[in-house]
């Protein structure tokens, strides 16, 4: 089935800091792309999605472009806040464009200091 | 909307008691999955039904774990007997079959802990 690889955290950075969070996937054909976050406590939401090759997603200053010819779908975000810290998932369909299962990346756990 | 919910929050079980956790998906969705989420082993998928029918219990880690799902709107995962390894956060998820992109809604999840 597919695959997910994402970066091995933690990662700490100090407020207005840039973010990177890589991710490269293996999968058969071109699946949608997500990234999920999970807050202290709380389940996993969707933070953004991208549904085909070149697509941008974004929501809350974050965003990821998918790539297919490096198979990456990279999370950034251009100046983090304190509020931002969470771990972050990035996920696709288990197998096949239409699986409704998904796989998960490990998690990347950041910590935004102030 | 509501979103996916799921009881008990939090659970706190002696080893060898039956644990029951309860899932109500969103209204109209079709899949329904649990997950289970450590520290070691991260976000793993335990089972997912489709249309109420268990599609894929690959996950399930043995024979003391059983997912029920009666009808469209409830669920059930049930560890009988316990083991403090069991001691996790356990997620319902849910999804729609005509949603665009495969998104999948969590609850809140059940935090189990068996001493």
């Known amino acids: 089935g597919n695959s997910v690889t994402q970066m091995e955290g933690p990662v700490t950075l100090s407020e207005e800091a840039f973010l990177t969070i890589n991710c490269t996937y293996t999968a058969t054909g071109y699946p949608s792309l997500f990234w999920y976050v999970q807050y202290p406590g709380e389940g996993l939401q969707l933070l953004l999605k991208a549904t085909k090759a070149d697509d941008k997603g974004s929501n809350k200053g974050f965003e990821a472009t998918y790539r297919k010819e490096t198979t990456s779908f990279h999370l950034e975000k251009g100046s983090v806040q304190v509020s931002d810290s969470a771990v972050y998932f990035c996920?696709?369909?288990?197998?096949?464009?239409?699986?409704?299962?998904?796989?998960f990346g490990k998690g990347t756990k950041l910590s935004v200091i102030p | 909307d509501a979103g996916v919910i799921q009881s008990p929050r939090h659970e706190v079980t002696e080893m060898g008691q039956e644990v029951t956790l309860r899932c109500k998906p969103i209204s109209g969705h079709d899949y329904l999955f649990w997950y289970r989420q450590t520290m070691m082993r991260g976000l793993e998928l335990l089972i997912y039904f489709n249309n109420n029918v268990p599609i894929d219990d690959s996950g399930m880690p043995e024979d003391r774990f059983s997912a029920k799902m009666p009808n469209a709107s409830f669920s059930t995962l049930k560890i009988q007997p316990s083991e403090p390894r069991d001691s996790a956060v356990y997620f319902c998820?849910?999804?729609?079959?005509?949603?665009?992109?495969?998104?999948?809604?969590f609850g809140e999840g059940s935090w189990l802990t068996v001493v």
């Open positions: 996920a696709l369909p288990y197998s096949g464009a239409g699986s409704y299962q998904l796989t």
């Open positions: 998820a849910s999804s729609s079959s005509g949603a665009f992109g495969n998104t999948i809604y």
